[in-house]
């Protein structure tokens, strides 16, 4: 059975992503739609090697006999046309953050969630978490399934994808300007992001923290473990694609490194690449491209009775957000739509 799949933001870093990996996963789609908003009408995006879809415009689309929307085009266009699409029928898999913390919404990593898809039909609304949880519960779930994790304290380096195409932009005409010594021009960002580093993602809230760390925290609970504490700080890093974690994991018992680098090695979706030693560890310039969350620097903490530290690096527009929205896809398809 071949399915209608329609992708919205097709214009987007993420859009442009989902489109490839539905061509390289040869995806059961009879048909593919490309939806923007209108300013896009008349432009084609690539989907596969070979085929261009010209955009269509979203507030005219019908969704009747639509199966399957894959949407990435922002919280507020989220929030107007995707409940209209799962009243026409089709399953919206939301890449935003509007629908994120509905109880009524599976929030899903299919590497460890993938259970949570069974409500999907409440709202026909599947959300994807934010990018840095998802990599970082892909690497917590098989440790916490060996032994319950009861605190995570994670710092980030992100990378300006996460923003989108004007903030890499940003990136490289601040790199430029500072090497030709023309002004520094600030748009995206509250700050220089060229060699610098922000800790400042999302807005700030009355605790102190930004709504990322918020992020990491509220969806790590409905993810993996509502008894689990975690403490996030999240950093912009000039880096055009591929986030990195620093991640310090306290245990409700004891998990030795070794036994820790035998789990992380057999889970679904995970690389172990850990030598002490030169290159022996996986940074954003390797990581992008690539479909895996791969972990480093595997090591007991010696300030916990039970503790250990590892270093997470994905490429946050794979993984960390097109590749899990089409993985969702896959599931829904294998377990309840075939």
């Given at each position: ?257 070794d036994e820790a680098r035998e789990i992380l090695r057999d889970a679904p979706g995970v690389s172990v690449i850990d030598h002490r030693a030169d290159e022996g560890y996986v940074t954003p310039v390797e990581c992008a491209g690539e479909d895996a969350v791969y972990v480093s620097r595997i090591r007991t903490d010696p300030t916990l009775d039970n503790g250990l530290n590892l270093w997470v690096v994905s490429d946050n527009l794979r993984k960390g957000a097109a590749l899990n929205t089409v993985q969702i896809a896959q599931a829904l398809v294998e377990d309840y739509l075939a």
């Open positions: 059975m071949g399915f209608k799949v329609a992708v919205v933001g097709a214009t987007g870093n993420v859009g442009r992503e989902i489109l490839q990996i539905l061509a390289e996963r040869e995806f059961p789609a009879d048909d593919v739609v490309a939806l923007a908003s209108s300013r896009s009408v008349g432009r084609e995006v690539s989907f596969g090697e070979d085929d261009v879809l010209p955009i269509l415009d979203l507030n005219a689309f019908d969704f009747t006999g639509t199966d399957i929307v894959l949407s990435s085009a922002g919280a507020s266009v989220s929030a107007g046309f995707a409940p209209k699409a799962a009243a026409a029928g089709a399953v919206v898999i939301d890449n935003t953050s509007c629908f994120r913390m509905d109880p009524d919404v599976p929030l899903v990593v299919p590497e460890v969630n993938r259970h949570a898809l069974a409500g999907f039909r409440a709202r026909n609304i599947v959300a994807n978490p934010n990018c840095s949880t998802m990599q970082m519960v892909v690497a917590l779930k098989p440790l916490h399934d060996r032994v319950p994790i009861k605190r995570v304290v994670v710092s980030t380096y992100q990378s300006v994808s996460g923003t989108g195409k004007e903030a890499m932009d940003e990136l490289f005409n601040q790199t430029r300007a500072i090497y030709v010594n023309d002004p520094i021009v600030k748009n995206k960002y509250t700050k220089q992001i060229a060699f610098n580093v922000i800790p400042h993602i999302d807005v700030f809230m009355e605790d102190g923290s930004t709504k990322e760390e918020w992020k990491m925290m509220v969806e790590t609970k409905k993810i993996l473990d509502p008894a689990i504490k975690l403490t996030a700080t999240c950093v912009r890093v000039p880096v055009f694609i591929g986030h990195a974690e620093a991640i310090n994991i306290e245990f409700d018992g004891p998990l030795d490194e």
